[in-house]
């Protein structure tokens, strides 16, 4: 027998397409894990640039760090020479949000360690000092898609 049958040709385009069919979805796989990841990868980045903002601001004088409201959502801006707090919804990249809390630090009266506020401990609100909270979350349609969150605490320390 010379040549192939169209049964042997058949057989050969359909396991010729199931491999490409696979391989194209692999692909397509990575490529949405790999935009997952550097979103995760931007949004550590965009919390650790809110923390070194917050700490810029602070800098600029206690007062001005301190008159923000304890509790409220605020956002950051760079208005082209310095940071500046708003309570404008700002987005970055038309793909993330961040936002910042700053919270009352509460000290153990016994030993003036830092302890929550829900802590049974005799305490008092330290006025020098403020935790601070950076949420920056997205939303996309990757399987990664969520928020990172970076705490710190700041102190007065020019004042």
């Not at 010379?2 to 491999?19: M, P, T």
């Not at 069919?21 to 990841?37: D, I, K, M, P, Y």
């Given at each position: 027998m ?18 490409f ?17 550097l ?17 810029a ?15 409220s ?69 990757t399987?990664q ?15």
């Open positions: 010379k040549g192939f049958s169209l049964v042997e040709i058949l057989v050969a385009v359909a396991v010729l397409l199931a491999s069919v696979s391989v194209l979805t692999a692909f397509q796989v990575a490529a949405r894990h790999g935009r997952g990841t979103e995760q990868v931007q949004g550590a980045a965009l919390a650790e640039e809110g923390i070194e903002a917050i700490t601001i602070r800098d600029t004088g206690w007062s001005n760090f301190a008159s923000l409201a304890v509790g959502e605020y956002y950051l801006n760079f208005d082209g020479t310095k940071w500046v707090t708003t309570a404008t919804p700002q987005m970055i990249d038309g793909v993330f949000r961040r936002t910042f809390v700053l919270n009352d630090v509460y000290r153990r009266n016994s030993d003036k360690d830092i302890v929550m506020s829900t802590s049974t401990d005799a305490k008092a609100v330290d006025a020098g000092a403020r935790k601070v909270t950076v949420r920056v979350s997205w939303a996309t349609t399987p898609a969520g928020e990172r969150v970076m705490e710190t605490y700041l102190m007065n320390l020019f004042e």
